[in-house]
């Protein structure tokens, strides 16, 4: 009998993010601004508390449209601190604005994509793991992509936040084997 990854429980927003989001390959580099900007967010909340928030969030950061959030000034913090719809950390949303300024010099020399892309060879990483136990918090190659996106001038982008993005985005793919995602997720991997 196959289920489910263990982490998504039975809530229905979390069952349809597994099930139709969760680790497909993003090659889309605004959606991947918006998806790191997320996992920021995230740290020291559950993801449950991000994804009900996420319209919210798209509402008051304009759609997720780096460009337009690396104009962004001290207005803006204020305003986006007083928006009970998201949550509310002022060094998370000032991290969202000065990420979409490195993210806007990263697009710019290369394609915010691609420079991910690069760090697994363009394909994604096909893990196969059993259980939940087995699913690391962070690895070598999430530590060196979060030092260069640190050095590169992002915030809130630490290994582990680097990792829980790239599985989010489907740079490796961590559904467990017993999960039907999993196959389905390989195969998207072309």
Known sequence: MTERCDWCGTDPLYVQYHDTEWGVPERDGRALYEKLVLDGFQAGLSWLTILRKRENFRSAFAGFDPYLIASWGDEDVSRLLGDPGIVRHRGKIEGAILNARAWREVEAREGFSNYLWSFVD?????????????????????????????????????????????????????????????????????
Do not use: W
Request: hydrophobic share 40%; net charge positive.
């Open 122 to 190: 363009g394909v994604p990483v096909q893990n196969a793991f059993a259980s939940m136990s087995e699913v690391p918090a962070q690895t070598p190659l999430s530590q060196q992509i979060s030092k260069d996106l640190k050095r590169r001038g992002f915030k809130f982008c630490g290994p582990t936040i680097v990792y829980a993005f790239m599985e989010a985005s489907g740079f490796f793919n961590d559904h467990l084997t017993r999960c039907p995602r999993h196959a389905e997720v390989r195969a998207m991997a072309g």
